[in-house]
């Protein structure tokens, strides 16, 4: 049986089979997660948000260790977090394509001012 995991806010849909990591399906999806360590948990750059009704194999106490405390707050490591079923996953921007974006939007605001 394939589980289904979307990735936000590009809303891309993948099936991957139960235990695939959120890192390897979001490779296969072709949604790009940031990453140093090479999947061990070590880099702390993957982190993302799943939404609390998404199907995922109980966290393993490397990743609890990790995230100290953060996982109460649906942050899970995307490197170690593992599909059960369905599952949303909300992927932060880029650093410095968020960095952008908001000087975008700061720019776009002072050129409404202007009209």
């Not at 806010?9 to 991957?16: D, F, I, L, M």
């Not at 235990?19 to 993302?48: E, Y």
């Amino acid at each position: 049986m394939n589980s289904e995991v979307t990735f936000w806010p590009s809303g891309r849909t993948v099936k991957v089979k139960p235990g695939t990591t959120l890192l390897d399906a979001a490779r296969r999806a072709n949604i790009p997660i940031r990453t140093r360590c090479g999947g061990k948990a070590a880099c702390f750059m993957c982190k993302v948000t799943v939404r609390p009704e998404s199907e995922l194999q109980p966290i393993a106490d490397n990743e609890r260790r990790k995230l100290s405390g953060l996982d109460g707050c649906h942050i899970r490591l995307a490197c170690q977090a593992r599909v059960a079923g369905k599952v949303d996953v909300e992927v932060p921007l880029d650093p410095l394509r968020a960095a952008v974006e908001r000087q975008l939007a700061r720019q776009a605001e002072q050129d409404d001012d202007l009209w």
